[in-house]
T-cell receptor
Framework: DAKTTQPNSMESNEEEPVHLPCNHSTISGTDYIHWYRQLPSQGPEYVIHGLTSNVNNRMASLAIAEDRKSSTLILHRATLRDAAVYYCILGSTSGTYKYIFGTGTRLKVLA | KAGVTQTPRYLIKTRGQQVTLSCSPI?????VSWYQQTPGQGLQFLFE???????NKGNFPGRFSGRQFSNSRSEMNVSTLELGDSALYLC?????????????FGPGTRLTVL
């Protein structure tokens, strides 16, 4: 099963951009890259996803490397409400379809 | 529109007992997935149901089972509970469960096994 690797934790100052990296060197050609985040005492919530091209939505941007072996979630202006654990996930259809969550990055936002 | 709901939110059981957890997906969603979250193992996929059929399964023992009803509501059952089954159990729904679909997670059921 394809897996992802993320730093355990990162810190950012409020209102500054944040770049959260994810490595997925064993990604296969049809795997989508998803990002979810989990705020304290809540279930994960969707942030963004993509296949090959960079993606933007109201929450964030997703930059995908040309070889697709890594990606970066970009929060343009971090707020205190963005403090959460961010998960990079591959939507794998190899074998049985299932989401494989990585260890996640705990983002701390400093006021 | 209402989100994914899970009941109960908290549950305390003793070893050897069995437990049933319930998940009501967002209206119109036909895929329901279940996950176990523990501090040591993180978020792990249990199984996914679509149109009342288990379509995919993670690496969990047979004590963990589930089912889905015609209205897409799903239940998860754990038999012969062990201390290690203490965890947050999360349910997520999506339109079809295809990997390009966004998954919507519920708040989870916190299970404590004594």
């Amino acid at each position: 099963d394809a897996k992802t690797t993320q730093p355990n934790s990162m810190e950012s100052n409020e209102e500054e951009p944040v770049h959260l990296p994810c490595n997925h060197s064993t990604i296969s050609g049809t795997d989508y890259i998803h990002w979810y985040r989990q705020l304290p005492s809540q279930g994960p919530e969707y942030v963004i996803h993509g296949l090959t091209s960079n993606v933007n939505n109201r929450m964030a941007s997703l930059a995908i490397a040309e070889d697709r072996k890594s990606s970066t979630l970009i929060l343009h202006r971090a707020t205190l409400r963005d403090a959460a654990v961010y998960y990079c996930i591959l939507g794998s259809t190899s074998g049985t379809y299932k989401y494989i969550f990585g260890t996640g990055t705990r983002l701390k936002v400093l006021a | 529109k209402a989100g994914v709901t899970q009941t109960p939110r908290y549950l305390i059981k003793t070893r050897g007992q069995q437990v049933t957890l319930s998940c009501s997906p967002i209206s119109g969603h036909r895929s329901v997935s279940w996950y176990q979250q523990t501090p040591g193992q993180g978020l792990q996929f249990l199984f996914e149901y679509f149109s009342e059929t288990q379509r995919n399964k993670g690496n969990f023992p047979g004590r963990f089972s589930g089912r889905q009803f015609s209205n897409s509501r799903s239940e998860m059952n754990v038999s012969t509970l062990e201390l290690g089954d203490s965890a947050l159990y999360l349910c997520a729904s999506s339109w079809t469960g295809e990997q390009y679909n966004e998954q919507f997670f519920g708040p989870g059921t916190r299970l404590t096994v004594l």
